[in-house]
């Protein structure tokens, strides 16, 4: 009784197998990946221009709310200009879906504040050509 098996019409990779994980959670694994990065780079963009634009625009002067603060506005931007999902910006970010929901309605608050909207506006251009430009894609 010699049987041969017979391949999946599924082609799966050796790490694929070796961990038992379909290819599209390992697909959806690589997604996170380069979400996690967007948002990280967002993050960084965000602070960078915020320190840059000093008193222009008004910052929470603690250390703990001004970390939180641009936590936010990277969140904002995520979901506005990068058009990532609550969710998906919730788990680059270590934070529920609905933590993400209230930044984003935060910063749009503050956008009627016309220096504050000149800085948003300009952190959405400078993210979303630096995400293009480092080819981190989003393809959900």
């Not at 221009?49 to 939180?68: C, K, Q, Y």
């Not at 936010?72 to 931007?77: D, F, G, R």
């Not at 749009?108 to 050509?129: G, K, Q």
């Amino acid at each position: 009784m010699n049987e041969q098996r017979v391949a999946s019409p599924v082609a799966t990779t050796f790490h694929q197998r070796l961990n038992h994980q379909p290819a599209w959670c390992m697909e959806r694994a690589s997604q996170m990946s380069d979400i996690r990065k967007a948002c990280r780079i967002v993050l960084l963009i965000t602070k960078e221009m915020a320190l840059i634009a000093g008193e222009r625009i008004s910052i929470r002067a603690e250390r703990r709310r001004s970390v939180s603060h641009y936590r936010q506005i990277a969140m904002y931007v995520c979901h506005v200009s990068l058009q990532l999902s609550l969710s998906e910006i919730g788990l680059a970010f270590g934070r529920d879906r609905t933590t993400v929901a209230y930044s984003c309605r935060v910063i749009e608050d503050r956008r009627d504040d016309r220096a504050f909207d000149e800085f948003i506006a300009a952190v959405e251009r400078l993210a979303y050509n630096v995400i293009i430009a480092a080819e981190v894609r989003h393809d959900g």
